[in-house]
């Protein structure tokens, strides 16, 4: 999976289409774990709060990646901390095809001691969102490593969109 | 403490007045450790540098929570530099009526092997950003698990604040 | 090196001669280390991806601050990572002129056990920035301390600034 998957004809296919295509499903929209909202708009721009790889209020990746969780496990962690997120986008716009850039991806996660390979990990975050939004997907981004995670979640993700 | 704790008829009541009726008094702005600025003002956008948990200059909180303190303590450290934090708003605006919405909260963390009750600890500034604010208060927040931390402080926090 | 270093008359001067002046070299844009973009403008705000201490493409500073490093090369790693991250602001921008302040500084480091002297190391990467941009310089910040960092780079720098 790469970059280089990123569908043709792109501008005419909505986000949610795009999904589709990909055989996958947004997870549902999972409560925060504390006092806190799963997304804000302040002008143009959107983020979200840190979204747990959950799906169905079960947290499918836990541990630390390098060695409970191998780098693959790293990069499906991440892919599906970021569809978590695109749900949260899904519900502070109703339509995706309403953002307009995404600006800003954040990724934190676990890290076993001596554990490197950070930014593949990461592309499991960046692939998705590429695929799902197209030009309007590409993105700035930062990588936090931790040495542990809430819930010992595997990774964290926060998205800021520029929206319309 | 919760967010039920929210002042009912909010709306007629300043940030200050809200403040005074929890019984405690904002920490004095504290100078940087290093060289950079408290705050910054970008359009509408307020945002903060980290505040650590100072009382009067003095680090109040410090060591690593899950060993050193204990996740009640890492509930109050937070609390204490998310009071910090609103300091250093209020030095920025003046009045913190002219806050619209807490947008975004960061907390930074020094964690023990095997602590992952973060989001408990991370309440310590929720709740205090919610009681204070009422509904301008309801922010999207990340939380970052930091092996170690400046100065051995327990807690780090940053505010995004959109401004009238 | 310190605050105090800012050049006089510096509004006269462009950020490119004073960083002619401080007999420096901007380093060359470096590839992504993932699938994403450098940087990113959202109206007035631009952001840069997480920047590594990269000189030709060689990672200058790998290992742990207080370990493998010491504070000074921490601050020298800081400061190589905030000279990258102000090349990707000259690519977005063509003159760095157009920076109106720079907002926010993100520091993310690698810490050795018991290393807590991160607001002097990071400082590496606030004083080339007030340097550069004199009193449009002067920006808030945010240190993350990790356990690991990505291929072992000592420091990653993020940048958020307003333009015109």
Redesign the interface.
């Known amino acids: 999976m790469?970059?280089f998957d990123i569908p043709t004809n792109e501008s005419l296919k909505t986000p949610e289409q795009r999904i589709e295509e990909l055989g996958i499903e947004l997870p549902p929209a999972q409560v925060g774990?504390?006092?806190?909202?799963?997304?804000?708009?302040?002008?143009?721009?959107l983020?979200?709060?840190?979204q747990l790889p959950w799906i169905d209020g079960d947290l499918k990746f836990k541990g630390k990646i390098?060695s409970d969780l191998s780098m693959e496990e790293g990069y499906e962690a991440f892919r599906l901390s970021a569809l978590n997120a695109i749900t949260q986008l899904k519900s502070a716009l109703g339509e995706l095809s309403r953002v307009k850039?995404i600006?800003?991806?954040?990724g934190?996660m676990g890290?076993?001691?001596?554990?490197?390979?950070?930014?593949?990990a990461?592309?499991g975050a960046?692939?998705i969102i590429?695929q799902v939004f197209g030009k309007r997907g590409?993105?700035?981004?930062?990588?936090?490593?931790?040495?542990?995670?809430?819930?010992?979640c595997a990774t964290?993700v926060?998205i800021?969109a520029?929206i319309e």
Do not use: K
């Not at 600006?103 to 954040?106: F, G, I, S």
């Open positions: 790469s970059a774990v504390g006092d806190y909202e799963a997304w804000a708009i302040t002008g143009n721009l983020m979200t709060s840190g390098g850039q600006v800003r991806l954040e934190t890290c076993a001691p001596g554990f490197i390979r950070q930014p593949e990461l592309n960046s692939h590429n590409r993105h700035t981004r930062m990588i936090y490593s931790n040495n542990e995670m809430p819930l010992d964290l926060v800021f520029e």
